[in-house]
């Protein structure tokens, strides 16, 4: 087998083991994990390479990119009469209905479940899943461990949200879109320096994603680089 060959079986691999991680999580409400499994869900791809850059841009990726930044400071996203929920998840659905792209096409409406999820997937079958080091405009974000999804007081919940790429700045700092729950915002990552919040000149390398509790466990992590999964480009 080639080499090529073997990073393909274990990337699928790997993808099909997180996307059943998301969907049993669903139903596991209250489970503790066992002595031999990991707290914290790792974060995939290889943290040692420069990343990122800017990567040269389609059309459709610009428009991604200019259409997520538009809803930036609203509450919600509507696109051509339709109303999203007002999620993470409804936000980079609105944003890519514009140009035409069902993010849970062939996934059917979410009636149960993690979003974020159905959206990776969606980009496994039609995309490429990726570590940079280059980034396009309007590439998906996705972080694992932004909120306790499946309620059971750990750091192991893979898949929790997703933002929309805006673009890249020279220090190599990710700005995105998202949805929280103060609403659409502008939101910073530096893969490079994952553990700075904000450097001393007072630049903020890493916003914060997943809000600090007193009963966290050890080993929670909060930072955007710190809780990053993955990007996502659409090849189709």
């Known amino acids: 087998m080639s080499l090529d060959s073997r990073r393909y079986s274990f990337t699928i691999g790997c993808v099909a083991l997180l996307v059943s991680c998301v969907f049993y999580g669903c139903a596991t409400t209250g489970r503790q994990l066992a002595s ?3 707290l914290v869900v790792p974060t995939m791809g290889t943290r040692g390479v420069q990343c990122c850059a800017m990567a040269k841009a389609v059309p459709r990726q610009k428009a991604l990119a200019t259409t997520a930044v538009r809803f930036v400071g609203k509450s919600r996203v509507e696109v051509a009469g339709r109303r999203y929920n007002p999620d993470c998840s409804g936000f980079v659905r609105g944003v890519y209905a514009s140009q035409r792209v069902d993010l849970f096409g062939g996934l059917g409406e979410l009636n149960e479940g993690n979003g974020v999820g159905r959206i990776y997937t969606h980009v496994v079958e039609h995309g490429r899943i990726h570590y940079g080091p280059t980034v396009h405009p309007g590439d998906l974000v996705f972080f694992h461990n ?3 999804f499946n309620r059971d007081g750990l750091p192991n919940d893979p898949l929790t949200h997703v933002g ?5 700045e020279p220090d190599g700092t990710v700005l ?3 949805s929280l729950s103060k609403g659409i915002e502008r939101y910073r990552m530096n893969l490079q320096h994952p553990d700075i919040h904000r450097t001393p000149d007072g630049r903020v390398l890493n916003h914060f994603l997943r809000r600090k509790r007193s009963a966290d466990v050890l080993g929670t992590r909060y930072l955007s680089g710190q809780l990053f999964a993955a990007f996502g480009t659409l090849t189709r």
Do not use: A, G, L
């Not at 929309?164 to 890249?168: D, H, M, S």
């Open 164 to 168: 929309v790429v805006e673009k890249v």
């Open 146 to 148: 932004t909120w306790d």
């Open 176 to 178: 995105f879109v998202s």
């Open 36 to 38: 031999n499994e990991p």
